[in-house]
Structures are given as C-alpha cells and as structure tokens.
C-alpha cells in the first residue's frame, strides 16, 4: 500500500510543527516498513496515484489537490489543527463564518475537502469537537490523535551542549523566530533577570524586522551566557541534548494547539513555563505554571518563581513516534478495507 504523506507547504519554503509533523510521519512509517510505503507528495512525480493521501495541514490551495485526489477515487484523510479557543461560542462562530463562505460567499473547495476526507486526523479533543461543530463531520470519521515526538527525548545527555558550549543553566526556547512565539518577551524578561537565555530556532519569512529585534535582545543577553542558534533542526543531537542541558523551557505563545517543544521538554522531563491561553487548559498542560497575560512585568515575575522552584515534568509514550505512527498504519489499513 503506498501512502502519499502531503505537507501544507513546500518543505524548503517554510518550517514549524506540521512541517515536522509530515517529515517524521514519512520518516516513521518508512522505517516501520511493512506492508505500508511512504511517499512525500512531489508535484514532479509521473508513477500512478498513491493509494491513500494523508493531508497534513489543508490551506486553501490544496482543495483543488483533494479535487484531484477525489477524481482519481483515492481516499484521503486530513490532520487539521485550529489552535483557537474552544470555547463553545468561539467555535459557532467560526461555523458561521464557514458557512457564509461555503454557502453564501461560494467559497466551498476547502469545506468540501474536510467534509468529503475519509477520516479528520485532531491532535485534541477539544480540535476534534472543533472540526465536529465548524464543519458538521461526524464524530465517527474523527481521530484524536497526538503530535508525535523522537524516542530520542525520552533518553537525552547534557553531554554533547555542554562539551560545546558549557554546564551553565539556561532558559531554553525551541521554534520558529516569530511574533506569535512571543521570543522578544521572553529574551527582554530574560534579560531583565540576568538569565542565560538560549534561541533555537530559524526567523520565519515575513518575520525580518521581528527577528532583528530578536537578535539585539539576544546580544545584550550575551552578556549573560545566552546564545542564538539558527540552523539546528530537529534531528540534530545537539538541539536535542539542550533540552536536557537546559534549567527550563519557556513558550510564551497564546496561539498553539500541542506544541512539539513544550511535548519535546516534557519528555525530558524539564520544568516548563506557557503564556496562559486556550489550548493550556487542556489536561496535558493546565498544571503547567502559565503567564496569565503577556507583559514584561508578569513575565519577569512568573519566571523567576520558575527558575528558582522548578518542577519537572513527564510525558506518556503514547507521544513518541511509534506509537502514533502505528495508530496511523491503523487508519490507512481500514480505509484501505472500506
């Protein structure tokens, strides 16, 4: 059977968690072998459709790929997160807001791939009863399935960071350089502390004047060990060990749905702090200490508890590849029955 994994963007013109979310599910299910052979979506390709499509991620571009799909009598499933507030009036009124588009406005193509996908892939509940309420799928064809997160960070060694770079503690803050990511905050609390803070991550296009001020807040924290590396990825055993060199992991974002570095420093059992937002009130991450708005008093404040008490953390294997990667196989070999 051969599975054809379709990212939401070209893997070369963008980056963050679905983006690594269709990399290591290609990843995975080609190590896994089997009957199952995974395939990354190549506009280039001339070998007959794949057997299943599995959409990660569905910008409106990619409904006429689901259109082609359909027509070619292939079926497809779709990994939608929302990352909103699941509250229930936020979630009608984003189902009104479809409709209108879908029904009145004649914007139907991506309504009618989610509604038509074989199966609707959620990281949460709370996105599965979203994808239930804004677009009328039945509970039946929806999935809760969690971001999948390496093996690898269940077992890490400070050793590796530290012979480069030292065994000082640091902050540590893990993703793509952006606004919604809240990094200029955390390096200015960080900085108003006197604490190493540590940057892993790439600026995202269309975030150049962001990630300047990124860099000059991350300078002045220079001074007080902190560094900014840009070209890790997630394979890399480096990034991976400062997980385990780190004090703790700070995220200060009100807009995620299940953020792969705050899984990844939970495996690794690191103190972890969040900006307070909707998707912290999910069970995985409510007892997590949480900047409740984002100021650089508060945040100041909330950090300083955090580093002086830090609390470690633990995160079921049901996280790790593996596991989700064998729930996926689960799904591809019963459409492939129905």
Same mark, same amino acid.
């Given at each position: 059977?051969?599975?054809?994994?379709?990212?939401?963007?070209?893997?070369?013109?963008?980056?963050?968690?679905?983006?690594?979310?269709?990399?290591?599910?290609?990843?995975?299910?080609?190590?896994?072998?089997?009957?199952?052979?995974?395939?990354?979506?190549?506009?280039?390709?001339?070998?007959?459709?794949?057997?299943?499509?599995?959409?990660?991620?569905?910008?409106?571009?990619?409904?006429?790929?689901?259109?082609?799909?359909?027509?070619?009598?292939?079926?497809?499933?779709?990994?939608?997160?929302?990352?909103?507030?699941?509250?229930?009036?936020?979630?009608?009124?984003?189902?009104?807001?479809?409709?209108?588009?879908?029904?009145?406005?004649?914007?139907? +193509? @991506?309504?009618? =791939?989610?509604?038509? $996908?074989?199966?609707?892939?959620?990281?949460?509940?709370?996105? #599965?009863? !979203? /994808?239930?309420?804004?677009?009328?799928?039945?509970?039946?064809?929806?999935?809760?399935?969690?971001?999948?997160?390496?093996?690898?960070?269940?077992?890490?060694?400070?050793?590796?960071?530290?012979?480069?770079?030292?065994?000082?503690?640091?902050?540590?803050?893990?993703?793509?350089?952006?606004?919604?990511?809240?990094?200029?905050?955390?390096?200015?609390?960080?900085?108003?502390?006197?604490?190493?803070?540590?940057?892993?991550?790439?600026?995202?296009?269309?975030?150049?004047?962001?990630?300047?001020?990124?860099?000059?807040?991350?300078?002045?924290?220079?001074?007080?060990?902190?560094?900014?590396?840009?070209?890790?990825?997630?394979?890399?055993?480096?990034?991976?060990?400062?997980?385990?060199? +780190? @004090?703790?992991? =700070?995220?200060?974002? $009100?807009?995620?749905?299940?953020?792969?570095?705050?899984?990844? #420093?939970? !495996? /690794?059992?690191?103190?972890?702090?969040?900006?307070?937002?909707?998707?912290?009130?999910?069970?995985?991450?409510?007892?997590?200490?949480?900047?409740?708005?984002?100021?650089?008093?508060?945040?100041?404040?909330?950090?300083?508890?955090?580093?002086?008490?830090?609390?470690?953390?633990?995160?079921?294997?049901?996280?790790?590849?593996?596991?989700?990667?064998?729930?996926?196989?689960?799904?591809?070999?019963?459409?492939?029955?129905?």
């Amino acid at each position: 059977m051969r599975v054809c994994i379709v990212p939401e963007y070209p893997m070369n013109l963008m980056t963050g968690g679905l983006q690594v979310q269709a990399l290591r599910t290609f990843e995975t299910l080609s190590a896994l072998g089997g009957d199952i052979r995974a395939e990354l979506f190549d506009w280039t390709t001339k070998e007959p459709p794949a057997d299943i499509y599995h959409f990660i991620g569905l910008p409106s571009y990619l409904a006429q790929v689901v259109e082609l799909v359909r027509e070619a009598r292939r079926p497809y499933i779709i990994t939608l997160l929302f990352g909103s507030d699941s509250s229930a009036i936020c979630m009608w009124s984003a189902a009104i807001r479809q409709y209108l588009n879908s029904q009145v406005l004649r914007r139907s +193509s @991506r309504y009618n =791939a989610v509604v038509n $996908a074989q199966r609707i892939v959620t990281a949460t509940k709370a996105d #599965a009863e !979203a /994808a239930h309420v804004i677009y009328g799928v039945d509970k039946g064809r929806i999935e809760v399935i969690p971001h999948g997160i390496a093996p690898e960070f269940y077992h890490l060694s400070p050793k590796p960071w530290q012979d480069r770079y030292g065994a000082s503690p640091f902050v540590l803050c893990v993703g793509a350089i952006q606004r919604r990511k809240g990094q200029l905050l955390l390096a200015q609390a960080c900085n108003a502390l006197k604490l190493p803070l540590v940057l892993l991550g790439p600026v995202l296009p269309g975030e150049k004047d962001y990630g300047a001020e990124v860099d000059r807040a991350v300078q002045a924290n220079a001074e007080f060990g902190g560094r900014w590396l840009q070209n890790l990825n997630n394979h890399d055993p480096l990034l991976q060990s400062a997980y385990d060199a +780190s @004090r703790m992991v =700070a995220l200060l974002s $009100a807009s995620e749905t299940q953020p792969i570095s705050v899984l990844e #420093a939970m !495996a /690794a059992r690191k103190p972890v702090l969040l900006q307070r937002a909707a998707y912290t009130r999910d069970p995985l991450f409510k007892d997590l200490p949480q900047v409740s708005y984002p100021s650089l008093d508060q945040v100041v404040r909330t950090l300083q508890g955090c580093w002086h008490e830090a609390k470690p953390t633990r995160l079921s294997k049901e996280f790790s590849w593996p596991s989700v990667a064998a729930r996926l196989q689960g799904i591809y070999r019963s459409l492939q029955k129905d």
